[in-house]
């Protein structure tokens, strides 16, 4: 059975930082993708970042230059590092895994149950 569960998650002020963890178990994906999406109350599910098998890697606009995501093949682990945050990043976090990068959610087969980000203004 595959399982992805993210950590990380936390209340930070504004312009700090945080970093979350992905850990898939149950089969190994190291040809896959895995990414990032997060929701906010009352919004849809949006793409805040993914990375490729061979390591080539999508950010949303509104996290380029701020977030990175990096990945553990060994672990079958994802993580994003994100700096600077600011209050509009506050969200429930989602790890996901693909075939390929994508920015939408019906690209990504397999779902985490999510870690919540809370920035303080």
């Known amino acids: 059975q595959v399982q992805l569960v993210e950590s990380g998650g936390g209340l930070v002020q504004a312009g700090g930082s945080l970093r979350l963890s992905c850990a898939a178990s149950?089969?190994?994906?190291?040809?896959?993708?895995m990414g990032w999406f997060r929701q906010a109350p009352g919004k849809e599910r949006e793409f805040v970042a993914a990375?490729?098998?061979?390591?080539?890697?999508a950010y949303a606009d509104s996290v380029k230059g701020r977030f990175t995501i990096s990945r553990d093949i060994a672990k079958n682990t994802v993580y994003l590092r994100m700096n600077s945050l600011k209050p509009e990043d506050t969200a429930v976090y989602f790890c996901?895994?693909?075939?390929?990068?994508?920015?939408?959610?019906?690209?990504?087969?397999?779902w985490g149950q999510g870690t919540q980000v809370t920035v303080s203004s």
């Open positions: 996901a895994v693909g075939v390929n990068i994508a920015t939408t959610t019906a690209y990504y087969d397999y």
């Open positions: 990375i490729s098998w061979d390591i080539k890697t």
């Open positions: 149950g089969r190994t994906f190291s040809r896959y993708t």
